[in-house]
Structure formats: structure tokens, C-alpha cells
């Protein structure tokens, strides 16, 4: 009588498919854990009770706890990634706008210096004043129209 397992090629798959099944449950054991410690709602006894369930006896462990929490398991895990989107959407703004608004600030105080030292006439202040404010580039960084008479 032959077995699947005694063909070369069936050893193999069926080896792989052990290996993968190995590895998933590994993903799944630390997806639960992390799981454990992430829910809020659980006082410290429940965490422990779940911890140690999931570790002493694992196979049985994660079958309960995904029947039985499986659901707010994947509703933890989206609130978790919203709130890292925020924060991060958060500093993004605070920085892109602190940065700029302090650069601004500090170029218009510059030119406030200039124009009272007589460095710069009204009109150069003015100019330089409206491109700070805008935020457009100066007129030497254009390029220039070609000359005429050649």
C-alpha cells in the first residue's frame, strides 16, 4: 500500500505545507499576544488569565480566543492605525506650517530691519514684502525675456 507521503514530489508538498501551517500559527500566536496587551478593556487579571492560556496550552488558546474575540480583534487593530494615521497626520501639519510661518516671520523682520537702516527704499520693501507673503520667487530667479535688436 502506498502513501501519498512515499512519493517524492508529495513529500515535499506535504513537508511545505507543514512548515507554512508552522509558520501561521507562529504569526498567530504574536498577533494575539500583541492583541492581549493592546485591548484596553481588559483589566490585568483577564490579560494574564488570557496570557497564560494562550501560552500553556497555544493550540487550544488561540482557537478560543479567536472565537471568542476574533471580531473586536481586527476593530482594535483599525482603531490602533487610525490613531497612528492622526498623530502622524498631526505633526506633519505642525510642521509644515511652524516651519513656514517662522521662516516667513523671520524674513519679513529682516526687511523690517533693512527698510529702517536705509538699507532699502519703500518700493524694494514692498516688493520683497508681497513675494514673502505669497510665497513666489523672485524676479532675478525668472528668466529674463531675450533682448531685442539682434
Known amino acids: 500500500m502506498y502513501l501519498a507521503y512515499d512519493f517524492p514530489l508529495l513529500s515535499v508538498f506535504w513537508s511545505m505545507l507543514w512548515f507554512f501551517l508552522w509558520i501561521l500559527w507562529f504569526i498567530l500566536l504574536f498577533r494575539i499576544i500583541t492583541d492581549i496587551f493592546r485591548d484596553h478593556d481588559m483589566n490585568g487579571w483577564a490579560k494574564a488569565g488570557w496570557l497564560a492560556f494562550v501560552v500553556l496550552l497555544p493550540f487550544l488558546g488561540i482557537l478560543v480566543y479567536v472565537i471568542a474575540r476574533g471580531k473586536d480583534m481586527g476593530r482594535r487593530e483599525i482603531a490602533q492605525a487610525r490613531a497612528q494615521q492622526q498623530e502622524f497626520d498631526s505633526y506633519i501639519r505642525k510642521t509644515a506650517t511652524g516651519s513656514a510661518r517662522s521662516g516667513s516671520v523671520d524674513e519679513l523682520v529682516r526687511l523690517s530691519e533693512l527698510r ?17 507673503l505669497t510665497d513666489d520667487q523672485p524676479a532675478a530667479a525668472q528668466p529674463s525675456p531675450p533682448a531685442a535688436g539682434h
Do not use: C, P, V, Y
Open 116 to 132: 529702517s537702516k536705509d538699507a532699502i527704499t519703500d518700493e524694494e520693501f514692498r516688493r520683497a514684502k508681497a513675494l514673502i
